[in-house]
């Protein structure tokens, strides 16, 4: 069990540039999870998956965010014409898929993302 | 809807002193809690959950918590900290039996260890 990773750790771009992000979760994981952390604030949940299904998005995931499972495995979560306001902690995690709501959530150490 | 309140944004502790980290919860369902710690530079890592059964919860490190359904409140307690336990801790909830698994977390507080 290697946990779940993130790459890259630490991204710096300019304003509408677009960023792709990758997220792989324990290797027996059903379920994918994205959510947004700023300064001083918990994390915020964008989307999940289930498989490769994605079940839930967040109103906060706008039009410039799409993420994709596509072989149920890894995750991609990409921002285009990025904004300022993108300046954050991505965080992914991932779950057996099991349970509804009990399970445990196991987390990657981040992507921050600041945007100039 | 669900919500997670944590009123104190950073509570300081000398090395060795009990602390209780506040947690207030509201839903309109029945609800899962959680507690996570955030290390520097981390991701956050589950230190004890609330499913159902006893309302006194014993996790990592040390850390219990109780479940208060009247005060709809999930405590997070340890009787002798360490300056290893400095750290950001956030509390979160997730509705039992729905359809959605998402984690709802508050904002989050800085247990800051002196020594």
């Known amino acids: 069990d290697t946990g779940v990773s993130q790459d890259p750790r630490h991204k710096i771009t300019k304003r509408g540039q677009n960023v792709t992000f990758r997220c792989d979760p324990i290797s027996e994981h059903n379920r994918l999870y994205w959510y947004r952390q700023t300064l001083g604030q918990g994390p915020e949940f964008l989307t999940y998956f289930q498989n490769e299904a994605q079940l839930e998005k967040s109103r906060l995931l706008s039009d410039r965010f799409s993420a994709e499972r596509p072989k149920g495995s890894f995750s991609t979560l990409e921002i285009q014409r990025t904004e300022q306001g993108d300046s954050a902690m991505y965080l992914c995690a991932s779950s057996l898929g099991a349970n509804q709501g009990s399970e445990t959530q196991y987390f990657g150490p981040g992507t921050r993302l600041l945007v100039l | 809807a669900q919500s997670v309140t944590q009123l104190d944004s950073q509570v300081p502790v000398f090395e060795e002193a009990p602390v209780e980290l506040r947690c207030n919860y509201s839903?309109?369902?029945?609800?899962?809690l959680f507690w996570y710690v955030q290390y520097p530079n981390q991701g956050l890592q589950l230190l004890l959950k609330y499913l159902s059964g006893s309302t006194l919860v014993k996790g990592i490190n040390g850390f219990e918590a109780e479940f208060n359904k009247s005060q709809t409140s999930f405590h997070l307690r340890k009787p002798s900290v360490h300056i290893s336990d400095t750290a950001e801790y956030f509390c979160?909830?997730?509705?039992?039996?729905?359809?959605?698994?998402?984690?709802?977390f508050g904002t989050g507080t800085l247990l800051a260890v002196q020594p």
């Open positions: 839903s309109s369902v029945s609800v899962y």
């Open positions: 979160a909830v997730s509705g039992y039996g729905g359809a959605t698994n998402k984690l709802i």
